[in-house]
């Protein structure tokens, strides 16, 4: 689905995708030329992860291995509290692995730095962030990402794995809502 197909309910496009795929490719090179020759494995979050995860695996030079995960964040309505629950683990052991995690956005930080913990306590080489989106206004802790693809403003977007009641994930360009289809 493309922005044209969604009439009234996007306010706005903020990245193409044309400006994503091209993101990426770069972000791609810079990782491979990080992790060519390791261990590498990606691990992506489950749901919104999918898109940025396929088109940045397919955008390496080379092979690396995905998994998946799948959390829940304990909070009211669309806050996070940070307590998190694992619904889906990972399949693989990641022992002496570099783990690169794959995320379609960080805001508050506060689900991905447990995430991040967790993993290290399984004692992989290495576990680094790679994140599509970056709300930088909206962080609650600070975590290290060390590959971003765009920094946002603090507002409410879909597009791209990105949804709004599960609704919107296949919009192929970032945009933000408009304020009647969640008010």
Same mark, same amino acid.
């Given at each position: 689905?493309?922005?044209?197909? $969604?009439?009234?309910?996007?306010?706005?496009?903020?990245?193409?995708?044309?400006?994503?795929?091209?993101?990426?490719?770069?972000?791609?090179?810079?990782?491979?030329?990080?992790?060519?020759?390791?261990?590498?494995?990606?691990?992506?979050?489950?749901?919104?992860?999918? $898109?940025? $995860?396929?088109?940045?695996?397919?955008?390496?030079?080379?092979?690396?291995?995905?998994?998946?995960?799948?959390?829940?964040?304990?909070?009211?309505?669309?806050?996070?509290?940070?307590?998190?629950?694992?619904? =889906?683990?990972?399949?693989?052991?990641?022992?002496?692995?570099?783990?690169?995690?794959?995320?379609?956005?960080?805001?508050?930080?506060?689900?991905?730095?447990?995430? =991040?913990? /967790?993993?290290?306590?399984?004692?992989?080489?290495?576990?680094?962030?790679?994140?599509?989106?970056?709300?930088?206004?909206?962080?609650?802790?600070?975590?290290?990402?060390?590959?971003?693809?765009?920094?946002?403003? /603090?507002?409410?977007?879909?597009?791209?794995?990105?949804?709004?009641?599960? /609704?919107?994930? /296949?919009?192929?360009?970032?945009?933000?809502?408009?304020?009647?289809?969640?008010?």
């Amino acid at each position: 689905m493309d922005a044209a197909h $969604m009439g009234a309910d996007l306010e706005k496009v903020l990245i193409t995708e044309e400006e994503i795929h091209a993101r990426l490719d770069e972000l791609a090179t810079e990782i491979w030329a990080e992790y060519e020759g390791k261990d590498l494995l990606l691990v992506g979050v489950l749901k919104g992860a999918v $898109m940025v $995860m396929a088109d940045l695996s397919r955008a390496l030079p080379g092979t690396a291995p995905v998994d998946w995960m799948a959390v829940s964040s304990y909070g009211s309505g669309t806050k996070s509290s940070g307590v998190v629950r694992i619904l =889906k683990d990972l399949d693989t052991d990641i022992t002496g692995k570099h783990v690169l995690i794959v995320e379609d956005i960080v805001d508050s930080g506060l689900t991905l730095s447990w995430i =991040k913990a /967790n993993l290290e306590s399984r004692s992989p080489a290495s576990v680094e962030i790679c994140t599509l989106l970056r709300k930088p206004e909206a962080a609650k802790v600070e975590i290290d990402v060390k590959w971003v693809g765009f920094d946002i403003a /603090n507002e409410f977007v879909v597009g791209y794995g990105l949804d709004y009641a599960e /609704n919107y994930r /296949n919009l192929r360009e970032v945009g933000t809502l408009a304020p009647h289809v969640y008010a």
